[in-house]
Structure formats: structure tokens, C-alpha cells
């Protein structure tokens, strides 16, 4: 059974960091690529970044270009986003699923909630 526990999100101040984490188990993490979700109140589910398989390539929404960052840690299974100078426009749920181009797994985790307020 695949699943995905997102991890990390909390309130934080603008321009601070947080750091997520999506462990995932019930498939063979190492062939997927990965990715991040976010879906703020009111707005579709939108795709934040992704990584392949390997980890060697990655890319980005463009709203969030130097400033968010995903790795993955294949003999974790788990995937991560270093999120650096957060804008109030970043507070949403973030969810993890498989895939590099859009999601490929039908369910998803419970997400994380990321709220950037003063």
C-alpha cells in the first residue's frame, strides 16, 4: 500500500525557513520521481517542485525559484523541501506524491500545514 506522511510545516514568520519532509513507503521509492503540492484556500492544487528518480534534476514553479530547494534521500525513501525566505503567499497544505509532471498516485497523505504570518 503506497503512502505518503508529510512532516514539518508550522507557523513561521516571513522571510524564515522551514524544512519538509514526506516519508513514503509500498513502492520502490528509487525508480519514482518525486514531487511537492501545494494547495492554498480557495486555489486548485498546484505543483511546487519535482525531482527525478536519480535526484540529478530538479525544477520549479516559478514563484518559488531560489528560494525553495527539493533533495531526496533514496535509502530514506523520503523526499524534502528546504523552503528559505518565506512570503505569506507560501502559506498553504503541502503534500508529497510520486511523479514529475504531475501526480501519478491517485490518494493522497494528510499534507503539512505551512502558515507564514506576522
Known amino acids: 500500500q503506497v503512502q505518503f506522511v508529510e512532516s514539518g510545516g508550522g507557523l513561521v514568520q516571513p522571510g524564515g525557513s522551514l524544512r519538509l519532509s514526506c516519508a513514503t513507503s509500498?513502492?520502490?521509492?528509487?525508480?519514482?520521481?518525486m514531487s511537492w503540492y501545494r494547495q492554498a484556500p480557495g486555489k486548485e492544487r498546484e505543483l511546487v517542485a519535482a525531482?527525478?528518480?536519480?535526484?540529478?534534476?530538479?525544477k520549479y514553479t516559478d514563484s518559488v525559484k531560489g528560494r525553495f530547494t527539493i533533495s531526496r534521500d533514496n535509502a530514506k525513501n523520503t523526499v524534502y523541501l528546504q523552503m528559505n525566505t518565506l512570503k505569506p503567499e507560501d502559506t498553504a497544505v503541502y503534500y508529497c506524491?510520486?511523479?514529475?509532471?504531475?501526480?501519478?498516485?491517485?490518494?493522497w497523505g494528510q499534507g503539512t500545514q505551512v502558515t507564514v504570518s506576522s
Open positions: 506524491n510520486r511523479g514529475y509532471y504531475s501526480a501519478e498516485y491517485i490518494y
Open positions: 509500498g513502492f520502490a521509492f528509487n525508480r519514482y520521481a
Open positions: 525531482v527525478t528518480n536519480s535526484g540529478g534534476t530538479t
